[in-house]
């Protein structure tokens, strides 16, 4: 079993930044594949981010490449999400999440059927 926890949500002008982050617990964080997915009102759940076990191997979707950077310290068992130059349509829910199994490609990274453990999502709002 595996605990996520997100923190760092909060209203934001567009050009602005957050860094939004993910506490896990309940199982050794370095064995986990993670990713960051987003839902905003009325929209399907979308890819955001992925990173692998070591940090060695992360990515995007288009929409946030060169502007958000995924990262994680296994030391502290957290992941993370730093946002620049965010725009109103970013606003959304940020849900961090926990693939068990380690694999990593970016194909298998990017569905979120693959993950198996979920947190409860910090909500992001942008305003224009």
């Known amino acids: 079993q595996v605990q996520l926890v997100e923190s760092g949500g909060g209203l934001v002008q567009a050009g602005g930044s957050l860094r939004l982050s993910c506490a896990a617990s309940g199982r050794t964080f370095s064995s986990l594949t993670m990713g960051w997915f987003r839902q905003a009102p009325g929209k399907e759940r979308e890819f955001v981010a992925s990173?692998?076990?070591?940090?060695?191997?992360?990515y995007y979707a288009d929409s946030v490449k060169g502007r958000f950077t995924i990262s994680r310290d296994n030391a502290k068992n957290t992941v993370y999400l730093q946002m620049n130059s965010l725009k109103p349509e970013d606003t959304a829910v940020y849900y961090c999440?926990?693939?068990?199994?380690?694999?990593?490609?970016?194909?298998?990274?990017?569905?979120?059927?693959?993950?198996?453990?979920w947190g409860q999502g910090t909500q992001v709002t942008v305003s224009s």
């Open positions: 999440a926990a693939d068990p199994t380690g694999f990593y490609s970016h194909y298998r990274s990017y569905l979120p059927r693959n993950y198996g453990y």
């Open positions: 990173i692998d076990r070591s940090g060695g191997n992360t």
